[in-house]
């Protein structure tokens, strides 16, 4: 049972490069989320999604665009990287939104952008 | 503007003690609140979560305590085991329909 699996675990990028941050879940789960984790600091989100077609703008939106083609992918892509980009990204599935559905999490990527 | 605070980065303890792992809110509107672990080099998984009407859950080793009014929550692992070691997120949603805001996480060692 693999649940969220996130591709790749570590990335260097150079400013400016682009990028897709991949996540794929099996638990045909509806709603999927992107969050990013700086050092010392809480899990902010990102971009969500409340189904196939639908996706919202979380706490930190700005330099990231999402799709949502199917239930199971939600990829996370970074146009122009920036500096400040340099982060933990995590994607996380539930079945339904609101705190009471648990969040799970995939393993997450790494990402440096020198 | 952090509305879900953790002031402790690290904590440490000996194994078979309690483990007591705080975090404060400031958004008086939060009405669910949940615990969640983790493992370097792996996502965060749920531990526990607590409702506004309660103020206290157990699941084992594990009981949340929620303060309403000092907007205060509190984690407790009894006993401490050295499996426990990982860092701890707490976070808070509003109106049980909202996103979760969490804490910047406290590192937990348990010492053999």
């Known amino acids: 049972n693999a649940g969220v699996t996130q591709t790749p675990k570590f990335r260097i990028l150079k400013i400016g490069q682009s990028m897709t941050l991949q996540c794929t879940q099996d638990?045909?789960?509806?709603?999927m989320y992107w969050y990013r984790q700086d050092p010392g600091m809480g899990l902010k989100l990102i971009y969500y999604?409340?189904?196939?077609?639908?996706?919202d703008k979380g706490e930190v939106p700005n330099g990231y665009n999402v799709s949502r083609s199917t239930t199971e992918d939600f990829p996370l892509r970074l146009e122009l990287a920036a500096p400040s980009q340099t982060s933990v990204y995590f994607c996380?599935?539930?079945?339904?939104?609101?705190?009471?559905?648990?969040?799970?999490f995939g393993a997450g990527t790494r990402l440096s952008v020198l | 503007d952090q509305q879900v605070k953790q002031n402790s980065p690290s904590l440490s303890v000996q194994e078979g003690r309690i483990s007591i792992l705080n975090c404060d809110y400031t958004?008086?509107?939060?009405?669910?609140f949940l615990w969640y672990k983790k493992y370097p080099a792996e996502g965060p998984t749920f531990l526990i979560s607590?409702?506004?009407?309660?103020d206290k859950n157990e699941d084992g080793r594990f009981t949340v305590f929620l303060n309403k009014s000092a907007k205060h929550l509190s984690l407790h692992i009894v006993p401490s085991q050295p499996g426990d070691s990982a860092v701890y997120f707490c976070?808070?949603?509003?109106?049980?329909?909202?996103?979760?805001?969490f804490g910047q996480g406290t590192e937990l060692s348990v010492k053999p």
């Open positions: 996380a599935s539930s079945v339904r939104g609101g705190a009471k559905n648990i969040q799970y």
């Open positions: 638990m045909n789960h509806n709603y």
């Open positions: 999604s409340v189904g196939a077609g639908i996706t």
């Open positions: 958004n008086s509107m939060f009405d669910y």
């Open positions: 607590i409702s506004s009407i309660k």
């Open positions: 976070a808070a949603s509003e109106n049980q329909g909202g996103k979760l805001i």
